[in-house]
């Protein structure tokens, strides 16, 4: 079992505990846990890079929340949604990534489709609000969070054509999106751009700055949150150059560094010869040693501290009709010595899917091969046997129950301690 998969087996098994404690103290005081422990102190204190082990195989919600619609009139919130194709989000969808086999979500949004030109870039309450319950979707089922600004229309061209102007609407736009979630707990994690960064070099690390800077200044839980840093157009290669500098910060240890993977392009996205070339299949050793060479090229951040997020990589199926999709040959090999690699240097990988992979529809992944890829250890090729999906299983429950079993009668002079102590300072009280 890898490292990452060791720390969340025990989260796990902790859980669990915590949950049947909480039962037992609720039962015996009437008025839950909190009246007996202080809220959870670990927050925000495990380094860039335990938090992203921990946050294992991660999933897009690709062509949903960053999709643009500019042909209806006056649209609302779900007809930017379902833009692009997609149905509308939902809680038994999120649930179903989960069961798939998936820790995270990284949830690209658009938010200038709904939000003022007059030059004060406000956000409409509503697109927050939708946004705040697919969040919730992850969260309930106890899944990392990853929100950006992901193309948004293209007006990141600005930045070429009136700096100053952009960086006004950046920032507007990162201060109310700060602002909204401060009280957030570590599971949602701020991306500070998507791809758009392929400006000059000083230009790009003033945005990062800034970035880093804005929400550190805004309050909350956001003085210490984790931040996610887009690299340069994030390419490998021009993010490993050493003129991309990652921001400077307030707390040590808590950055991340985001870069793509769809190397070769012409292997992962096409399905002809566009007239640069063309690969029909992939997994020889030169496939494997190239995907090898460019990913170990990231370990120099995890040398520094930072967290290394590959934040979309795919082998991108071509739709036909629907429900029917041509797929190229090899691409689960591809995909699974991306995962081995990305367990073996601890990286967390995020599927890049539009409504391919995962069937939104029926709430689980589309092919039966996929499954059995997402659903296992890379590093050794089997789960935790007491729960096939990672989840709590029988086994987990079994545990709980025999500990709280063994601890009974220490439980039981604990409780009455805190039952005599009530009762002393009631008649404290009283005497007064």
Same mark, same amino acid.
């Given at each position: 079992m890898s490292k990452n998969k060791r720390i969340a087996f025990i989260q796990r098994k902790a859980a669990v505990f915590a949950a049947a404690v909480m039962t037992v103290v609720t039962a015996v005081s009437g008025k839950g846990l909190a009246t007996v422990m202080a809220a959870d102190e670990e927050e925000f204190t495990r380094t860039a890079i335990e938090i992203t082990e921990d946050m294992g195989n991660g999933w897009n919600l690709g062509n949903t929340m960053e999709a643009i619609n500019t042909?209806?009139?006056?649209?609302?919130?779900?007809?930017?949604?379902?833009?692009?194709?997609?149905?509308?989000?939902?809680?038994?969808?999120?649930? %179903? #990534?989960?069961?798939?086999?998936?820790? $995270?979500?990284?949830?690209?949004?658009?938010?200038?489709?709904?939000?003022?030109?007059?030059?004060?870039?406000?956000?409409? @309450?509503?697109?927050?609000?939708?946004?705040?319950?697919?969040?919730?979707?992850?969260m309930d089922n106890d899944m990392y969070?990853?929100?950006?600004?992901?193309?948004?229309?293209?007006?990141?061209? @600005?930045?070429?054509?009136?700096?100053?102007?952009?960086?006004?609407?950046?920032?507007?736009?990162?201060?109310?999106?700060?602002?909204?979630?401060?009280?957030?707990?570590?599971?949602?994690?701020?991306?500070?751009?998507?791809?758009?960064?392929?400006? %000059?070099?000083?230009?790009?690390?003033?945005i990062n700055q800034e970035f880093v800077n804005l929400v550190r200044a805004s309050g909350g839980n956001n003085d210490r949150r984790y931040l996610l840093i887009a690299g340069h157009h994030t390419d490998i290669d021009a993010t490993c150059d050493e003129?991309? #500098?990652?921001?400077?910060?307030?707390?040590?240890?808590?950055?991340m560094i985001s870069v793509h993977y769809y190397t070769p392009w012409i292997y992962v996205a096409l399905y002809q010869d566009e007239g640069y070339g063309?690969?029909? $299949?992939?997994?020889?050793?030169?496939d494997k040693q190239e995907m090898e060479?460019?990913?170990?090229?990231?370990?120099?951040?995890?040398?520094? %501290?930072?967290? #290394?997020?590959i934040g979309e990589y795919s082998v991108l199926p071509q739709w036909v009709s629907d429900g029917n999709y041509n797929r190229k040959d090899g691409d689960m090999e591809f995909i699974s010595y991306l995962l081995e690699l990305c367990d073996?240097?601890?990286?967390?990988?995020?599927?890049w899917d539009a409504g391919d992979w995962y069937d939104r529809a029926e709430c689980k992944l589309r092919w039966d091969d996929t499954v059995e890829v997402f659903q296992r250890d890379t590093?050794? %090729?089997?789960?935790?046997?007491?729960?096939?999906?990672?989840?709590?299983?029988?086994?987990?429950?079994?545990?709980? #129950?025999?500990?709280?079993l063994m601890l009974l009668p220490i439980g039981a002079v604990v409780a009455f301690s805190f039952v005599a102590a009530g009762f002393e300072n009631k008649k404290d009280m009283y005497r007064q």
């Open positions: 042909w209806t009139q006056n649209p609302s919130v779900s007809d930017f949604e379902t833009a692009w194709g997609q149905p509308v989000t939902t809680k038994e969808m999120i649930t %179903g #990534v989960k069961n798939a086999g998936f820790d $995270s979500i990284r949830i690209p949004v658009a938010w200038s489709n709904m939000m003022s030109d007059d030059g004060t870039y406000t956000i409409d @309450q509503a697109y927050f609000e939708r946004v705040d319950e697919i969040i919730g979707y992850a969070v990853i929100i950006n600004i992901h193309w948004d229309g293209g007006w990141w061209d @600005q930045f070429n054509t009136d700096k100053d102007e952009a960086m006004t609407r950046y920032k507007a736009m990162w201060a109310q999106i700060a602002d909204h979630y401060k009280d957030y707990p570590e599971k949602l994690i701020f991306e500070s751009a998507n791809e758009e960064l392929s400006f %000059g070099y000083e230009l790009v690390n003033e003129d991309f #500098v990652m921001p400077e910060d307030t707390i040590e240890n808590h950055l063309y690969m029909e $299949s992939w997994g020889t050793d030169a060479s460019y990913l170990r090229k990231m370990l120099k951040f995890t040398e520094e %501290g930072y967290g #290394v997020v073996t240097y601890g990286f967390t990988p995020y599927l590093s050794e %090729g089997s789960q935790d046997p007491e729960t096939e999906d990672g989840n709590v299983g029988a086994g987990d429950i079994a545990w709980a #129950v025999s500990v709280i």
